[in-house]
């Protein structure tokens, strides 16, 4: 007999919602710039209440079945206590520090399931169950987005760590003169190195496209610390499968030569052994896996 969850996607720029058979078939997919207020942390927790409401709706149209309060899943770029269900910190995200998100997002739909995790886990939720590494156990999902950070599931379970935030591999630091900076900033160093923010990513994978130099040997060079970064979490976890995933990821994995250098780099600098048995793929579910990986959150939370 099939269940039903909802599996809601809030990333730096969208938010996506979406409702999922227990067989991880997605029946409804709705999507919308996000909406952000540094004063007003309430206007984005609206958006995601409505986006909720939407995907019901639309999953009517061809669930033959009751789709009336489900369980609701909820990935988040941010440091989380997930617990008490609370956003310490989003980023990425205006206004929200110390938001209690899935209390408010029950009040506003009336029902008590809704769970919350870090995105990262979502993600590799979704290809552990139906995507790139269906079946495997041991699984890392590399996201690059705004952002860089991974999911982790060793043995078959989520690893979520002491305080509940593994996986800021995008702390990663990979080059010994950028340090001081980073240090002195406080920034992520690996992921400076490879997601252009403030930049027009578009552009600059279309002019490497034309040809252009430049733009070559900065995504040429981005390409190698993401290989470094990933040999790095390869030896460390010694994963079945490393997913190459987010917006920016799959960018880097739709060029043969800029997934080349991922590929090689890899090889060459993770521990011999566990690079022999890790294959490094791109997502299979592309944007649909926080969505996914959400909704099999919430089944794991109030159904199983």
Not at 128 to 157: E, H, K, Q, S, Y
Not at 276 to 297: D, K, W
Request: proline share 4%.
């Amino acid at each position: 007999m099939n269940t039903f969850a909802i599996g809601v996607d809030v990333g730096g720029t969208k938010i996506a919602a979406g409702v999922v058979r227990s067989d991880g078939v997605l029946l409804s997919n709705v999507h919308d710039p996000i909406e952000m207020s540094q004063d007003d942390p309430g206007v984005t927790v609206r958006q995601i209440a409505r986006l909720i409401r939407k995907a019901e709706e639309e999953a009517l149209l061809v669930a033959k079945a009751d789709l009336t309060d489900l369980p609701v899943g909820i990935g988040i770029p941010a440091v989380l206590d997930r617990y008490r269900r609370e956003v310490m910190w989003a980023p990425n995200i205006d206004g929200f520090r110390n938001i209690r998100l899935a209390e408010a997002v029950e009040a506003l739909i009336c029902r008590d399931q809704v769970a919350l995790d870090f995105d990262g886990n979502t993600a590799v939720a979704a290809e552990a169950w139906v995507g790139a590494a269906a079946g495997r156990r041991n699984v890392v999902f590399l996201i690059i987005g705004t952002g860089v950070g991974a999911g982790l599931m060793l043995d078959g379970r989520i690893f979520r760590g002491a305080s509940g935030m593994p996986g800021g591999v995008g702390w990663f630091a990979l080059d010994p003169f950028a340090v001081d900076s980073a240090m002195a900033r406080r920034i992520p160093h690996f992921e400076t190195t490879c997601t252009w923010r403030g930049r027009d990513t578009h552009g600059l994978f279309a002019a490497y496209e034309s040809g252009d130099q430049h733009a070559a040997t900065e995504l040429r060079s981005a390409a190698r610390f993401i290989g470094m970064g990933a040999a790095n979490i390869v030896s460390i976890l010694n994963p079945e499968v490393l997913v190459i995933g987010g917006g920016m990821g799959l960018q880097y994995c739709a060029h043969e030569e800029l997934y080349s250098i991922i590929l090689r780099t890899v090889a060459g600098l993770a521990q011999p052994a566990a690079a022999e048995v890790v294959q490094v793929v791109p997502a299979a579910l592309g944007p649909l896996a926080g969505i996914i990986g959400a909704a099999r959150i919430a089944l794991d939370s109030f159904v199983c």
